[in-house]
């Protein structure tokens, strides 16, 4: 279970869902808490998801995953 008493094998189940059932989803993450920062300039736009324990108090992070798109194109790339 987790903090929301949600059953752990039925996370990637939701998962597996959400990936067929939109096509512009590319990655999800549905199990932890964090963040997004976002950074655009006239060649690309970046995201980066950032990850943080809620249940403790802790000032330690933990990098996800990094998206980019490149001016000129329309897909992201992960990184």
């Not at 808490?33 to 802790?58: M, N, Q």
Request: aromatic content about 14%; overall charge positive; proline content about 5%.
């Amino acid at each position: 279970m987790d903090e929301e008493q949600v059953p752990r094998f039925i996370i990637p189940l939701i998962q597996r869902m959400s990936l067929h059932l939109s096509p512009h989803h590319r990655w999800v993450q549905f199990w932890k808490h964090g963040y997004t920062t976002i950074d655009v300039t006239p060649e690309r736009c970046e995201a980066e998801f950032w990850y943080s324990d809620i249940l403790r108090k802790t000032s330690k992070e933990t990098f996800g995953k990094r998206f980019t798109v490149k001016s000129g194109t329309n897909r992201w790339e992960r990184k």
